[in-house]
């Protein structure tokens, strides 16, 4: 299944398929990127981050794609599990130093159907 | 391993009232985050502190103030309020100013009635 991000709060996929949040970022200057998974009443949980050097990084089940671009930002999850239903947000960091902290996006809600 | 400690985790306030929400950052962790989160919203950033003194503002109320100590924790002081202001506030810290490796509290949820 795949989110078209901003416009499509919700996912549905299948367990064990493999899903696709999208997300566009605001700020073609933004340098760093991660995405974070929020379960519900929780804190937001670092999943997997790149920097504007790359366009491809792996993780664990998990691999995020950038494109600069078109400033677009997806994070692909192989053979989705229960244990991934969440919201997901991705977030911006944009250059110059500071600690002003991330802009986050609107969050993608997962939802794993057995 | 230590991660960013917020209380109370839960607080209930009544309108006009104030509240003063705590973070303790990750052991040596300089800098420190808050960001609110309404209802079904992303997180907003509040106001940010590196080594004790204020880096940034985001989207912080003139109602709401905030600091770090010398011990690096920091407190949200939230006067005046509003059923608006019901959300999840959380916190995160991160070694050094910038966002890289940094953690999220579980966060504070505030409820104004």
């Known amino acids: 299944g795949e989110s078209v991000g901003l416009h499509l709060p919700t996912l549905s996929v299948q367990e064990g398929d493999n899903s696709i949040i999208n997300c566009a970022y605001s700020?073609?200057?933004?340098?760093?990127f991660i995405w974070y998974k929020q379960e519900s009443g929780k804190g937001p949980q670092f999943i997997i981050d790149i920097r504007s050097n790359m366009d491809k990084r792996q993780g664990q089940r998990v691999t995020v794609l950038l494109n600069k671009t078109v400033k677009h930002l997806s994070l692909q999850i192989a053979a989705t599990q229960p244990g991934d239903s969440a919201v997901y947000f991705c977030?911006?960091?944009?250059?110059?130093?500071?600690?002003?902290?991330?802009?986050f996006g609107k969050g993608t809600h997962l939802i794993i159907q057995p | 391993a230590a991660g960013v400690i917020q209380s109370p985790r839960h607080l209930i306030k009544e309108k006009r009232e104030t509240a003063t929400l705590k973070c303790y950052p990750i052991p040596r962790h300089d800098t420190v985050y808050w960001y609110q989160q309404g209802p079904g919203q992303d997180p907003q950033f509040l106001i940010s502190?590196?080594?004790?003194?204020?880096?940034d503002k985001g989207s912080i109320p003139d109602r709401f103030s905030a600091q770090q100590f010398s011990d690096y924790h920091s407190e949200l002081n939230m006067s005046s309020l509003e059923l608006g202001d019901s959300a999840l506030y959380f916190c995160?810290?991160?070694?050094?100013?910038?966002?890289?490796?940094?953690?999220f509290g579980q966060g504070t949820r505030l409820t104004v009635v």
């Open positions: 977030a911006e960091n944009r250059p110059g130093g500071g600690a002003d902290g991330l802009t």
């Open positions: 995160a810290s991160s070694p050094g100013q910038g966002f890289t490796e940094a953690f």
């Open positions: 502190f590196y080594e004790k003194m204020q880096s």
């Open positions: 700020n073609s200057a933004s340098d760093y």
